[in-house]
Every structure is written in C-alpha cells, then in structure tokens.
T-cell receptor, first 116, second 116 residues
Framework: DAKTTQPTSMDCAEGRAANLPCNHSTISGNEYVYWYRQIHSQGPQYIIHGLKNNETNEMASLIITEDRKSSTLILPHATLRDTAVYYCIVRVAFFLNSNSGYALNFGKGTSLLVTP | EAQVTQNPRYLITVTGKKLTVTCSQNMNHEYMSWYRQDPGLGLRQIYYSMNVEVTDKGDVPEGYKVSRKEKRNFPLILESPSPNQTSLYFC???????????????FGAGSRLTVL
C-alpha cells in the first residue's frame, strides 16, 4: 500500500469548512483513497473513498488532485461533534475471490479540533 | 440497523483468568477481524477471518485465540491474560466482494480491557 502523510493536528472553527490534506505521492493506478475517522475511543467510522474523481456524500467531500498524489477531505460545515482523528488510507480494491486479509494501515492520522 | 456488537464494553480482570470478548455482526459480512489500539502504536490487527472456519494471524496474534463457527460471530479469547494485553479492542467486519467498497470496514464500539 502506498504511504500517506497527514498533518499531526489541525484546528477549525465551528461552522467553517474543515479541509484535511493527505499526501500519497507513491499511489498506484489501482489504489483508492479511503478516509475514516475515530471520535475519542470509539470505533473508527468510514467516511468516504475515491479513485480519481471527486466524491461527495452526506458526511464529506473528497477532492483528489489530477495526478492523484494528494487529496483533501472536506467537512463543509464542521461541528463540535466532528472533533476526531481522521485517517487517510490508500489501498487497492478487494475484488471478488480475493484472499487477502491484510489489515488496513490506519497510521497516526490528523487530530482535528473543532472549536466554538 | 447494520452494526457490529462487542461485549463486554469494559472489563477489569486479573492475570491468568481466561476471558472471551464476543463480537457479532448483522450484515452477513464474510470478513471479520480484531484490532487492538494502544497509545502511540495505533490500530494493530490481531486476527482475521475470511469466512466461516477460516482464520489467520494478523500482526500481533500472540496470547490470543479466535474461532469462527458461525458467519455472524467472531469471539476473541484470551486464555491466560497478562498485563501487556491491557488495551482497547475493536472488532470489525466487511464484505469481501464488490470492488472498492469491500475495503469499507464497520467497527464495533470497542472493549476496554484492563488486566491487573
């Protein structure tokens, strides 16, 4: 899996957009970018994933640069409940009959603090 | 509601007293796994199971056992717990087919174990 680099921590004011960057300069053509978050001591929660097109769901938007070497997770209107550690993970898709059980490498992530 | 349920959520035990942490999922997922999370070490995979009666070691399997007799259940067994197994444990599941979505793990709420 390609290595990812994220800032250790970030702050964001409540109601503002939180933009969390992730660098994955060695990403391969068949690797997807996944984002998870972990609110203090809770189980990690899947947010969004993408290959090369920008993606949006009810939680966030994912912007992937054209060269795919970096991406940004956007929380459009951050709330206090968005305070969490955000993990950017790069991984090939699991296809039918895959026998790989390799763990996702969550790394250290970015600790996002949303302030009032 | 689609979920992974772990029990107990909190447990304090003593060295050598066998214990089992149960994990159950209601999403008909083939793949299940156990992680432990320790400060500074992140999430590390203990064991995983690709399907019923198929289990394999993750990165830190020493001192743990698992079984997968039914698709929905994946208990974690500590035969003789030691203080270095004091940790926060997460069970997770996902499907194994269908491309990129098969990397979407659903985690349980966590089980905090203290071994004295």
């Amino acid at each position: 899996d390609a290595k990812t680099t994220q800032p250790t921590s970030m702050d964001c004011a409540e109601g503002r957009a939180a933009n969390l960057p992730c660098n994955h300069s060695t990403i391969s053509g068949n690797e997807y970018v996944y984002w998870y978050r972990q609110i203090h001591s809770q189980g990690p929660q899947y947010i969004i994933h993408g290959l090369k097109n920008n993606e949006t769901n009810e939680m966030a938007s994912l912007i992937i640069t054209e060269d795919r070497k970096s991406s940004t997770l956007i929380l459009p209107h951050a709330t206090l409940r968005d305070t969490a550690v955000y993990y950017c993970i790069v991984r090939v898709a699991f296809f039918l009959n895959s026998n790989s059980g390799y763990a996702l490498n969550f790394g250290k992530g970015t600790s996002l603090l949303v302030t009032p | 509601e689609a979920q992974v349920t772990q029990n107990p959520r909190y447990l304090i035990t003593v060295t050598g007293k066998k214990l089992t942490v149960t994990c159950s999922q209601n999403m008909n997922h083939e793949y299940m796994s156990w992680y432990r999370q320790d400060p500074g070490l992140g999430l590390r995979q203990i064991y995983y199971s690709m399907n019923v009666e198929v289990t394999d070691k993750g990165d830190v399997p020493e001192g743990y056992k698992v079984s997968r007799k039914e698709k929905r259940n994946f208990p974690l067994i500590l035969e003789s717990p030691s203080p270095n197994q004091t940790s926060l444990y997460f069970c997770a599941s996902r499907r194994t087919s269908g491309g990129s979505g098969a990397n979407v793990l659903t985690f349980g709420a966590g089980s905090r174990l203290t071994v004295l």
